[in-house]
């Protein structure tokens, strides 16, 4: 049984709902227990051994078998240096065919890990060499793009980090005093374990399988001490399949400095950060009181039946302040806002596109058939409102129950009619090419879409039609229920490409396409 949240109220139709699957949980008595990840440093040249398989993980007191990178949860954390070529040897040893993705990393197309696109999936046994070159610095990511509402979920990702280069490059920055890298997930756990996932289609494919044991690291319950007045740069990465958060840490100053592939023109104050799923974001935050600071997820849950909203606070860990005075003290450098010189002239000549019309666009809907007769009934009663982001799995039985043999998630052109895999586009490297993302409001269920394209990057031109003025570059964007975003692609790389929604149930069922970069 999905736990259902003390807030809700359910129906009694709701609860008797079961999707009509087989459902799988993976179960290994012989696997060995997984350990926490290791910092991997990698030079130019290096072979990496990566492998997939099957390993144990203790939960509230129960041991379940889950899936990891080299045995480790996450898998390996990697550091590189901007400009380096690694070879990486991928062995899967699951029972289920696999791959990796090198997510945001403007790699050659050959080495994308998308199966039937850039290579053929991994068959169990099998191992296929990568080759992955580096030429962006930032905060990355690695997973499978083989049925990532399981493995995903059941533990295959890992963080990669890639350091500037250069000999202007400091050896040690002077904006913080150390730095943390975090992947956020959630596991969906219930009286007797993980909740099972569908073999032969995915579950929750209405909203996405939302998580009640929330994540830091693969494991609950951060823990991070820092002296009085330290600055910790943070390194944030989703790694969850649904989930968007809104970070925050309690009494301590933050400012965001980058996002997906790089610096913002100039950092920013804010009091939380918002980060949907495949998104990262940097964060630089000054603890400057003594006692405890609170690493925070504050959200709004909705109790659709009624229309009561309620609030959610989650405390995914604690930072304790030691009364030490941190040496050397960056607080004057902390409090100063400083603009990214190579951002600002790297993006200043592409505000023009800002005003011209888009080059193309895409409708983000869905069409469903054969849902349970509560289901549709509640669901038509829902579409008077629409959350722009769904925060948490306030109709957790009704989502469980649907699979993606009911739901097609879409993205359609409506300048051709095409969907999905249907759509072709074919862009000239070296344009930059305008796309118009909107998120349909009269859908069956309007919900927030983190939209991602491989291989490229892409600025977020305007929100609602109000331009950004603060640009990043990004591979993924978080776009609200009923909001229309503009994003100007710089189709630089070429190759084949996907584009999809990273909510791994809506990619499983259907919400995705390709485009070519000639």
């Known amino acids: ?46 072979t990496l051994r ?10 509230n007191g129960r041991t379940h078998t889950m899936y990891a990178f080299n045995g480790q949860y996450p898998g390996p954390l990697l550091e590189v240096t901007r400009g380096a070529v690694v070879i990486v040897v991928f062995t899967n040893t699951l029972t289920d065919s696999s791959t990796i993705h090198w997510h945001g990393i403007r790699l050659d197309n050959p ?15 099998g191992s296929f060499t990568y080759r992955v070159r580096f030429p962006d610095a930032g905060i990355y990511w690695y997973h499978p793009h083989v049925r990532e509402d399981v493995q ?33 997930d959630d596991l969906l756990i219930g009286d007797s374990g993980p909740i099972p ?39 944030l990465t989703d790694a969850s399949n649904t989930r968007t958060w809104n970070l925050s840490f309690a009494g301590a100053r933050m400012k965001v400095v980058a996002s997906d592939a790089g610096p913002f023109e100039r950092a920013a104050w804010v009091s939380s950060v918002v980060i949907g799923p495949a998104e990262r974001y940097v964060v630089d935050v000054r603890f400057d009181t003594t ?26 860990g604690t930072v304790a302040v030691s009364a030490q005075t941190v040496s050397p003290d960056l607080g004057a450098r902390f409090a100063t806002i400083r603009s990214d010189t190579a951002t600002l002239r790297e993006v200043e000549p592409l505000r023009r596109y800002i005003a011209r019309p888009p080059n193309q666009a895409l409708i983000l809907t869905l069409e469903t058939h054969d849902l349970p007769f509560v289901t549709q009934r509640l669901m038509m009663l829902d579409s008077i409102y629409f959350a722009p982001v769904e925060w948490s799995g306030t109709m957790p039985m009704m989502n469980w129950a649907s699979t993606a043999r009911q739901v097609r998630w879409i993205l359609r052109d409506p300048a051709t009619g095409r969907e999905n895999s249907a759509v ?21 269920h309007g919900m927030q879409h983190p939209i991602h394209l491989h291989g490229q990057r892409f600025l977020v031109l305007a929100v609602n ?54």
Not at 29 to 38: L, N
Not at 50 to 59: E, H, I, N, Q
């Open 111 to 125: 080495f994308d890990g998308v199966p039937d696109v850039t290579q053929p999936a991994v068959a169990p046994g």
């Open 197 to 235: 996932l569908g073999r032969e289609s995915p579950t929750h494919a209405l909203m996405g399988r939302f998580g009640n044991l929330l994540l830091v690291n693969g494991a609950p319950d951060y823990h991070l001490t820092v002296r009085r007045g330290e600055v910790v740069r943070f390194y």
């Open 465 to 518: 039609g109000v331009p950004q003025n603060n640009l990043v570059w990004k591979d993924t964007v978080l776009v609200p229920a009923g909001s229309v975003v503009d994003i100007l692609l710089d189709a630089s790389n070429p190759g084949h490409w996907m584009l999809h929604c990273h909510i791994a149930e809506h990619l499983s069922a259907g919400m995705m396409t390709h485009f070519t970069v000639e």
């Open 50 to 59: 990566l492998a997939a398989g099957v390993v144990t993980r203790a939960f």
């Open 291 to 316: 006692g405890s600071s609170a690493f925070l997820n504050r959200v709004q849950g909705l109790d659709h039946l009624y229309g009561r909203f309620f609030t959610e606070v989650d405390t995914l």
């Open 1 to 46: 049984m999905v736990p259902t949240p003390p807030q809700l109220t359910m129906l009694p139709a709701e609860m008797r709902l079961r999707p009509d699957v087989t459902p799988f949980l993976p179960s290994d008595s012989a696997a060995p227990p997984a350990h926490p990840s290791q910092r991997m440093q990698l030079h130019d040249g290096d």
């Open 424 to 444: 072709d586009w074919r862009f000239k490297r070296g344009s930059f090419v305008k796309i118009r993302l909107v998120n349909e409001r009269r859908a069956f």
């Open 152 to 184: 995903q979920e059941l533990g295959l990702y890992g963080n990669l980090l890639v350091r500037p280069s250069g000999p202007s490059r400091p050896s040690r920055p002077s904006e913080f005093n150390r730095e943390e890298i975090l992947l956020l």
